[in-house]
């Protein structure tokens, strides 16, 4: 048995896998009558089933984002592969997972559902991952997946590849790399080039982000073949929509305007930013890598009623560790933006 293998849970190890139409019928044909889907073609081409394996965005994605394709899976959204590597790894009711605090929410949420443990190790103040005590409660508690998201959310910062690779080394377990914003950052180094070498790292990206597609819920997972041919073992056979998968492969034709946009997101960031931080009433605004920016203020709840009442949503953290007086603000568009500057300039503290 593989050392992946003897990771997963055994019953999934031993699975027979649902083998859909299109999978026991894989060529070219004229005439399909093996699905049960209509012949009828005239709302927005949907009456075909999905392919299972979505080949054309996956080449897609090698295309444009040089992922590479005989190691890709597309979830629906990347949160169902969180879901999925939690129910093929980790046992209910013995195993754990281990993250980060603060992080995304979804990984204990998930971890919950399958009842399975979280164990959090906190961040240092600076938003820096505690290694030690990362390598330490490893060691102590085996988690069954370590969950690192760079760049993090809410705390906006990329973690050094340096220190994921530590991580990546020292966990006999998987390690999951979730980089849904790293498309926000110019220079930013992909954990996809630790996975030749640790075959346990998992890399997780989205096109909910930067590609503008959340609606489409596509999610990929990059990871070595043993474990991306065990999710799509395991994935609900048609769990992407064709319509979905259609809109992926438009987005990454139209990848000039879009890189456009997210080019003009990051300007926008930085004069938020600036123009945040002169505001009296803000101790802090936090640098981040990503479409979001952090403000510190003395009471988070109040300007978050406030905002709230003037029509604009922003994301009360103040009650995470690390974060108390802390909102965080998606970046707009410039209409967007100017609005959320003259309800900031009215605040009074
Ligand atoms: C938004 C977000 C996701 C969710 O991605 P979907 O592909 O839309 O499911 C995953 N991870 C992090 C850290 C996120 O912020």
């Not at 760049?151 to 220190?163: A, I, K, Q, R, Y």
């Amino acid at each position: 048995m593989s050392e992946i293998e003897l990771l997963m849970n055994e019953h999934i190890r031993n699975l027979t896998p649902y083998s859909s139409a299109r999978d026991d019928f894989k060529g070219k044909a004229d005439i399909y009558l093996d699905a049960n889907e209509s012949w009828y073609d005239g709302v927005e081409r949907a009456n075909r089933y999905p392919d299972p394996e979505a080949v054309l965005l996956r080449r897609k994605l090698q295309e444009v984002l040089c992922l590479p394709f005989e190691k890709t899976v597309i979830g629906n959204g990347s949160d169902e592969i969180i879901d999925l590597l939690i129910r093929i790894f980790c046992a209910s009711g013995k195993d754990s997972i281990m993250i980060e605090r603060p992080t995304y929410g979804a990984y204990k949420v998930f971890a919950d559902i399958n009842n399975v443990q979280t164990i959090n190790v906190c961040l240092k103040e600076d938003f820096s991952l505690d290694i030690d005590k990362m390598i330490s409660t490893i060691k102590e508690r085996k988690p069954k997946i370590v969950f690192i998201c760079s760049p993090n959310n809410p705390t906006g910062n990329v973690f050094p590849l340096s220190e994921i690779e530590t991580i990546a080394k020292e966990n006999d377990g998987i390690t999951v790399i979730d980089e849904a914003y790293s498309d926000f950052e110019p220079e930013f180094k992909s954990a996809i080039s630790l996975i030749d070498e640790y075959p346990r790292v998992c890399v997780l990206k989205t096109l909910s982000k930067a590609w503008a597609i959340a609606g489409a819920r596509v999610g990929i997972l990059v990871a070595n073949k043993e474990i991306r041919d065990t999710i799509s073992k395991v994935k609900p056979p048609y769990n992407v929509s064709a319509t979905s998968q259609r809109v992926a492969i438009e987005a990454l034709d139209d990848n000039l305007e879009i890189k456009k946009v997210r080019d003009e997101i990051i300007e926008q960031r930085e004069l938020l930013e600036k123009k945040i931080a002169s505001l009296p009433y803000v101790k802090e605004v936090i640098p981040t890598n990503t479409n979001f920016i952090l403000i510190r203020v003395d009471d988070a709840d109040r300007l978050y009623y406030y905002l709230m009442k003037k029509g604009i949503i922003v994301r009360n953290r103040t009650h995470e560790p690390l974060l108390a007086g802390v909102l965080r603000i998606t970046v707009g568009s410039e209409r967007e933006n100017k609005s959320l500057m003259e309800a900031l300039n009215g605040y009074k503290p």
